[in-house]
């Protein structure tokens, strides 16, 4: 049995799917990009405010599910360039604490949607 997770603090879906899927106790959420859910825009001033703004997105919908970042088990980071996974991962980390941080990979990919330079997704048990 599945349960649809949605909130209005994250961004709603641009196609067919939902901000997350609550299967038994884990939670899958789609990937997230830089939109403000509030004005729709997309947040790319700097790679710090737009992987602030993926963290964000993902942590209103950790909250609709009753989740917070510890609950977070493994995430996945695609990136437009490599040479920003500095920045990415110095933001990225701050959500989480070092010693009980997600398994993760970090993949560079060609694109992302609406052109964006970071997507982020993770899994999450409760």
Same mark, same amino acid.
């Given at each position: 049995?599945? +349960? @649809? @997770?949605?909130?209005? +603090?994250?961004?709603?879906?641009?196609?067919?799917? =939902?901000?997350?899927? !609550? #299967?038994?106790?884990? !939670?899958?959420?789609? /990937?997230?990009?830089? *939109?403000?859910?509030? #004005?729709?825009? !997309?947040?790319?001033? &700097?790679?710090?405010?737009?992987?602030?703004?993926? %963290?964000? &997105? *993902?942590?209103? *919908?950790?909250?609709?599910?009753? %989740?917070?970042?510890?609950?977070?088990?493994?995430?996945?980071?695609?990136? %437009?360039? %490599?040479?920003?996974? /500095?920045?990415? &991962?110095?933001?990225? /980390? #701050?959500?989480? =604490?070092?010693?009980?941080?997600?398994?993760?990979?970090?993949?560079?990919?060609?694109? !992302?949607?609406? =052109?964006? &330079?970071?997507? *982020? #997704?993770? @899994?999450?048990?409760?």
């Amino acid at each position: 049995m599945k +349960k @649809i @997770i949605f909130t209005e +603090k994250a961004p709603a879906p641009i196609g067919p799917y =939902n901000q997350a899927v !609550l #299967s038994g106790n884990t !939670l899958y959420a789609s /990937g997230q990009i830089a *939109i403000n859910p509030a #004005s729709g825009e !997309l947040v790319t001033d &700097n790679i710090n405010d737009e992987t602030k703004q993926v %963290m964000e &997105n *993902i942590a209103a *919908i950790l909250e609709a599910a009753d %989740m917070t970042f510890e609950n977070v088990v493994k995430a996945t980071i695609f990136i %437009m360039d %490599m040479n920003n996974f /500095g920045a990415i &991962n110095t933001v990225y /980390g #701050s959500y989480f =604490n070092e010693k009980t941080a997600p398994a993760r990979e970090t993949v560079q990919v060609a694109c !992302l949607p609406k =052109n964006v &330079n970071v997507e *982020i #997704s993770i @899994i999450a048990v409760q």
